[in-house]
């Protein structure tokens, strides 16, 4: 039986040229990327090769790019930072961010202020939330402690749950305005829909690139031109004194490799993937089956369905896949065995039954039509199969 894999948000299989390029630093590139000698210079070439690539992909100067290992790392080093270097620092982050925000987020909190941006039904933001709440606090004039004006608000450019899409741009301009920061994780948004980090009006930007189809364990950092990002380690000079330890090469290698072919399909792999999602879609539509999309159908990623079938328990359905030969989520890979439901459903008003019903399926460019035909007969199959046990229990 062949398994079809439907869990690019968790991560993607890498693309051939990330990783035809790793291995050829791995044989060629042995230096350390911070040594003087020739080695050295020749790795320190790959790394500033992946920087530049970094900055051309999202609209960005290289030099306000720090590589991290990861978005994790990079949530964490700019929330910390921004708490340490602000003199009354505040929060605003939405209630459906990444567990490496709102975890951060709530260990900072204590002594921090920090509000929720709630989401509506379909789990969109309303940017006049965030007008609103800065003109309350400005007449409060700090009389009522609840209502804050942040300093730093973070925001994810697309949902990795849902695949919503938020108006980043208009969320900047209201930030700007009343003088807040604005961070934005775009890890999900890389390679699926167009990035401008300068044009947008992000001051902090955060990826990973394994989303994309790049390696594991590398990321970034975009910062604004005049803002600085300090390193939350300590013992080593690289990425400018911004994150001390040795580059990893062959991880920044792979990058190159893999933008390269953003770079080169982008705009092509865009329209393959809403093609593929109308096919997955129309394939699961041809059987007999009650189910509901969630997330904002209007502004969404092309690669990514949330979906509930009626009565059907979201964590058995995943396991009766996983037996037959599929693999999707709930959610975030980050929250993987947790026993409560999708933190997102749940902020979107869902109770925690109909919350536990929520399956993901993602998907790439390179994800075969007829698989996804298939794995919609094989959902099909067992949604009927599991229905059918939940009416005779």
């Not at 948000?9 to 630093?25: E, F, G, S, V």
């Not at 690539?53 to 080093?77: H, I, K, P």
């Not at 990058?255 to 129309?282: C, N, T, V």
Request: overall charge negative; glycine content about 10%.
């Amino acid at each position: 039986m062949k398994r079809i894999y439907l869990d690019w948000n968790a991560t993607a299989p890498m693309l051939p040229q990330a990783r035809d390029a790793m291995i050829d630093a791995l044989a060629t590139v042995h230096g350390n990327a911070s040594s003087v000698h020739h080695e050295g210079q020749v790795a320190r070439t790959v790394v500033e090769r992946a920087r530049r690539a970094v900055a051309e992909a999202v609209g960005a100067r290289a030099q306000s790019v720090v590589l991290t290992g990861g978005a994790t790392e990079s949530n964490n080093q700019v929330l910390r930072h921004h708490i340490q270097a602000h003199a009354q620092p505040s929060l605003i982050s939405s209630a459906v961010e990444h567990p490496s925000v709102l975890e951060v987020v709530r260990e900072l909190g204590e002594g921090v202020p920090w509000a929720v941006w709630p989401v509506d039904k379909k789990g969109r933001l309303d940017p006049q939330w965030l007008r609103a709440r800065f003109v309350a606090a400005a007449e409060s004039k700090g009389s009522d402690a609840e209502i804050i004006a942040p300093s730093i608000i973070s925001v994810m450019w697309a949902n990795n749950e849902v695949g919503n899409i938020y108006p980043i741009a208009e969320i900047a301009e209201i930030a700007h305005e009343f003088g807040a920061l604005l961070h934005v994780d775009a890890t999900q948004a890389l390679g699926r829909v167009p990035l401008n980090f300068e044009a947008a009006g992000v001051d902090y930007m955060t990826l990973s690139f394994h989303k994309m189809g790049g390696p594991k364990g590398i990321g970034a950092i975009i910062t604004r031109e005049g803002l600085k990002i300090e390193a939350t380690l300590a013992g080593g000079h690289q990425e400018r004194g911004r994150r001390p330890g040795t580059e990893n090469v062959p991880a920044a290698a792979g990058l190159s490799g893999a933008l390269g072919a953003l770079r080169a399909h982008g705009s092509e792999w865009g329209e393959a993937m809403a093609q593929k999602r109308a096919i997955f879609l129309g394939a699961l539509a041809a059987h007999p089956l009650e189910f509901e999309l969630r997330g904002d159908l209007e502004n969404h990623l092309p690669n990514t369905i949330n979906i509930a079938f009626n009565e059907i328990d979201g964590e058995d359905l995943l396991l009766a896949l996983d037996l037959e030969g599929v693999s999707a989520s709930s959610g975030s890979a980050c929250t993987a065995g947790s026993l409560e439901p999708s933190h997102v459903i749940l902020a979107m008003g869902f109770e925690t039954r109909d919350a536990r019903r929520s399956v993901r399926f993602s998907f790439g460019p390179a994800s075969a039509d007829e698989d996804l035909v298939e794995a919609a007969r094989r959902i099909g199959m067992l949604v009927t199969r599991l229905g059918g046990y939940a009416s005779r229990g």
